[in-house]
């Protein structure tokens, strides 16, 4: 089972506006990460916050991290419609080898 | 470099069929991953290689499988296939930067199952 609860499970803004998503986690990390999704495809990663980190910061987004709530939240700025897609947190927990777990995703829409 | 890519895009097959889908991850990398990604169950890790190896496995029957070959390409492979195994197939090589894990997906593959 997936080890991330991320909310909205949908989100619809018009151009312009900002995008908050948040994601949950259970147990310890090593880091936390984003990447997005368009219409079924191949994931993009976005952004890898550590977790000594607080927040980070690159282009329109901004990811900030909360371990003491287990949570993190992704904001993006000034959207645009090529934002459109699906966005998932993921946490690496130092397990051997090389595993993420992925939460269950946010879509974003981006009406023009 | 050129990114991870997979073949086939796209695949149907019946109940009952094997199927084996390929992954060649980013050159230098030797490390793939494959995730599962259905919308009931969203994304579900698979397995991992690393220089041949399984070295972490998922929570998958054993009707799910893997290798990995001395030029780190990949292969899954799904034997008597269930409509449940109907889903988007990832790839994902994967770097190690300071101890960070960064991965890098393909495009999948579509697998219907009818």
């Known amino acids: 089972s997936q080890q991330g609860e991320e909310d909205p499970q949908a989100l619809s803004i018009q151009e312009g506006e900002n995008a908050t998503m948040n994601c949950s986690y259970k147990?310890?990390?090593?880091?936390l990460q984003w990447y997005r999704q368009n219409s079924g495809r191949g994931l993009v990663h976005l952004i890898l916050?550590?977790?000594?980190?607080r927040e980070k910061h690159s282009g329109r987004l901004r990811v900030t991290l909360d371990t003491s709530k287990k949570s993190s939240s992704l904001l993006i700025t000034a959207s645009r419609a090529a934002d459109t897609a699906s966005y998932f947190c993921a946490t690496d927990h130092g397990a051997a080898g090389n595993k993420l777990t992925f939460g269950g995703g946010t879509r974003v829409l981006v009406k023009p | 470099k050129a990114g991870v890519t997979q073949t086939p895009r796209y695949l149907i097959k019946t109940r009952g069929q094997q199927v084996t889908l390929s992954c060649s991850p980013i050159?230098?990398?030797?490390?793939v991953s494959w995730y599962q990604q259905t919308p009931g169950q969203g994304l579900q890790f698979l397995f991992e290689?690393?220089?041949?190896?399984?070295?972490n496995k998922g929570n998958f029957p054993g009707r799910f499988s893997g290798r990995q070959f001395s030029n780190s390409r990949s292969e899954m492979n799904v034997s008597t296939l269930e409509l449940g195994d109907s889903a988007l197939y990832l790839c994902?090589?994967?770097?190690?930067?300071?101890?960070?894990?960064?991965?890098?997906f393909g495009p999948g593959t579509r697998l219907t199952v009818l």
């Open positions: 994902a090589s994967t770097r190690r930067l300071a101890g960070d894990l960064t991965q890098y």
């Open positions: 916050i550590r977790s000594n980190e």
């Open positions: 290689y690393f220089s041949e190896t399984q070295r």
């Open positions: 147990t310890s990390i090593n880091n």
């Open positions: 050159s230098g990398h030797r490390s």
